[in-house]
């Protein structure tokens, strides 16, 4: 439902490919970054009050981080890699384009766990008065203090904020918001526009299908046609077979049906949403080399980009999957609790202006939060939570300086992004042919295609010049 190359989520796939519970939503968030062991880095943990917006709560917990010196010269900053809705794994660091700036920089690097996610869980479940302290305000306040406390403690450099999708939100406006604390920010795919709904999401997605190949989006129109061909005629038996689904779909059911297309068009945004140059041409090719017969490779090309792995399309599952108010490998329950409450962020499939059609509403979606938090989650409550994020922090219309914004022009979340600069002190760099944040998740080579070596030259560059100014 939300981002995520937003995620190298077919590691996770590889892993969990035998799990029957694994479903659409589970493929919108894994580890932003490919992850391998690393010995550059020590964990470190540092206390923090659970309430960082209450001084009468004493109760309080412990936030995991990572930290290296490997690259750190006396006098240079400090980067401070923000984790989002993921586990943080410092290999991240050394393996992408921010290992390889930590070191143009001479950076003293550190990755900062996001509150409720992999090992910082400030409290043992995560019942409803528990999640209620997984709010971005809190998640400000946790790093504010942390820079403030390692300040305390000598490291009075100048501090950099770098974030990827969600943790790029977050960098932008903790640099808004503490400028004091923070000389500057990398942000990447930052959706900064808090909204509802991004149905522009298919869009982006069939608008880069089509500038791969003009026939490529044909084979998933005809496809997802076909599809609906067999619900109509009840094919349960076919559409299981095809799909390689969990169950035998149920389509009586309209949520599971609803559930199915989402499922499937997910799985080809997802394709756009993680592309590396080249690999778009692939699918495509695989697409038209079928499409004599279009469903079946609509659903070849879907299972392929998957690992096969067997996805549950049993709505009331999912449900019942995240209503658990325990830990689990899943984030889900956390990320989606954030996205009812105060961003947003769906991705209908409702605009008739992509390859699958008006298939699955927004409502279909936003049932999510009544189903698995509660009636009180509704449409209003969270249309006031992205009003109120809006209002703080500016929406595409931020007031902040010496922030670096990179939009990939194929990101299918880029609507909800910058398409200019703010400032010639906060520039947008729109990467030709970048996906979701995939300029700083993979490493710089040297045959990257122009525009991608052009962006990260870029970010070097400005941030250098941004340390050499004293305040």
Known sequence: MLRLKFVAIFLLLAKLSTCHDLNAFDLIHGDL????????????????????????????????????????????????????????????IENGFLGQLAANLSAYTIYLEHRFYGQSRPLPDLTLESLSYLTLEQAFEDTAVFVQTLKNQGFDGKWILVGASYSAVMASWARARYPHLYHAAYASGATVLAVIDIPEYFEVMGKAFEDTDPNCPLVIQTGMSQLKDLVQRGESAT??????????????????????????????????????????EAKCSALIAGQDTPLQTFA??????????????????????YQNTNYTRSFIRQW?????????????VFSPNQPFGPIVPLFFLLKFCTSVYGPEFTSERLDAGIERTNMLYGGLNPEVTRVIYTVGSIDPFNPAMLSSDVSADAPTVI????????????PAKPDDPDSFIDARTKVIETLAAWLAVDV
């Not at 109760?59 to 400090?78: C, E």
């Not at 799909?243 to 035998?248: G, K, M, Q, T, V």
């Not at 609790?337 to 209908?348: I, K, L």
Request: glycine residues 6%.
């Open 336 to 348: 989606m609790f954030q996205a009812c409450t105060e961003f947003g962020w769906f991705n209908s």
């Open 431 to 442: 990467i030709e042919g970048g996906s979701h944040c995939n300029d700083l998740t993979n």
């Open 33 to 92: 970054f490919e992850s391998h062991e690393s010995r550059a880095f020590e964990e470190k943990f540092i206390t923090q009050k659970l309430d960082q917006l209450n001084i009468f709560d004493d109760r309080t917990w412990q936030q995991r981080y990572f930290s290296s010196n490997q690259n750190y010269t006396s006098g240079s900053p400090i980067l401070l890699v923000l984790g989002g809705e993921w586990e943080a794994r410092p290999s991240v």
């Open 300 to 321: 070849q090309v879907y299972n392929d980009h998957i690992n096969n792995a067997s996805l549950s399309v049993d709505a009331s599952k999912v449900v019942e999957k």
């Open 239 to 280: 559409i299981t077979s095809l799909f390689n689904l969990a169950e035998p779909i149920n389509l009586f059911e309209p949520d599971d049906v609803y559930l199915l297309y989402y499922t499937v068009s997910q799985v080809y945004g997802l394709m756009v949403q993680g592309a590396d140059p080249g690999t778009l």
